[in-house]
Structures are given as C-alpha cells and as structure tokens.
Nanobody, 116 residues
C-alpha cells in the first residue's frame, strides 16, 4: 500500500521559515499532481500549492511569493518551502498526491504554528 509521510512542521516566530516534506512510500507508477493543503481550526481545508507532473505550479493568493513547492521525482518527494511566515499560516498542512490514472491519497498532516 502507498503511504504518505509529512515532516518539517513545527512552531516558528512570524517572519521565520519552515520546509515541509512529503515522502511517498510504496509503488506509484505515474504521479500526476502533488499538492499541499492546509486546514486551520474551524475552517475549511484549502489548497496551498500544487505542482503537476510537468512542473507547472499554482499557489493560493495568500501564499504566492512566500511559499514554493517543488518535487523530486526520483525520491517521490514533494516539498513546500515556506518563508516570511505569518500567524495566519497556522494550520495543519496535508500532502496530497493524484496519480495520472486517477484516485488520490492524503498524508496524515503536520502542524505548523506561527506566533507573533
């Protein structure tokens, strides 16, 4: 079975940086998109950033210019570099992958807390 494991979450001061990583364990023959979502307490889960198999990226307006998503296909890993963090970035961040053949898989989530 395929398993996603996120790492890199933690607590930082406003203006700081964190680097999230999502490792895919198991057999994924052809990954389409890899993405990061986040969900703050009492709020809906929202898309933060997504990267396609061709390398194209999209970002939520709230993080564009501060966050950068990248993927390393040889390691089946997607990362999210988060800079200039703000308290409103506080949320549980979830990795999501979608194979080209359909379906999808979620990681268990990792907490990011940004204090003023």
């Amino acid at each position: 079975q395929v398993q996603l494991v996120e790492s890199g979450g933690g607590s930082v001061q406003a203006g700081g940086s964190l680097r999230l990583s999502c490792a895919v364990f198991g057999s994924i023959f052809s990954i389409g998109t890899m993405a990061w979502y986040r969900q703050a307490p009492g709020k809906q889960r929202e898309l933060v950033a997504v990267i396609s198999n061709t390398g194209s990226t999209n970002y939520a307006d709230s993080v564009r210019g501060r966050f950068a998503i990248s993927r390393e296909n040889a390691k089946n890993t997607v990362t999210l570099q988060m800079n200039s963090l703000k308290p409103e970035d506080t949320a549980v961040y979830y990795c999501n992958i979608r194979p080209l053949y359909g379906g999808g898989l979620w990681g268990p989530g990792t907490q990011v807390t940004v204090s003023s």
